[in-house]
């Protein structure tokens, strides 16, 4: 019987799925975390830590909320910098994105559904 209360800390439960700790890759599937509804990520970066290839989500949307520090996004067509507590970035399936921590931060991210495989890498040439 799946329990109707979960309680535990992101960051711990996170460290093995580079602070994915809510989605459809939790087991057991009747974990109550384990969904395909969303995918909830607690990160915290060193200053410098980045992901610079381009990537997309296919089929999720994405929310980004700023706990504290700088976190900086690359869209095809704007830059954004999360810099006050709350400051946030949402964006649709099909947007290439990269980032990279400008300070030491911690990153709340929210995307839905949670699909197998949506997250994908784009080739060097789709990025201009």
């Avoid at 890759?25 to 975390?33: A, G, H, L, N, S």
């Avoid at 915290?44 to 980045?50: C, L, T």
């Avoid at 290839?53 to 980004?64: P, R």
């Avoid at 700023?66 to 830059?79: A, C, H, P, S, V």
């Amino acid at each position: 019987m799946q329990p109707k209360v979960v309680y535990g800390n992101a960051a711990v439960e996170g460290v093995n799925r580079w602070g994915w700790f809510m989605g459809h890759f939790i087991t057991p599937e009747d974990d109550p975390r384990s969904t395909e509804m969303l995918e909830v990520k607690w990160a915290v970066h060193k200053a410098g830590d980045s992901r610079t290839e381009w990537a997309v989500n296919n089929q999720a949307a994405t929310l980004s909320i700023l706990i504290d520090g700088e976190f900086r996004l690359q869209f095809e067509d704007r830059e954004i910098l999360l810099s006050r507590e709350g400051d946030y970035v949402l964006w649709c399936a099909g947007v290439p994105h990269w980032w990279v921590a400008e300070s030491d931060c911690t990153i709340l991210t929210v995307r839905w559904p949670s699909k197998p495989g949506d997250s994908v890498a784009l080739p060097e040439e789709s990025k201009s």
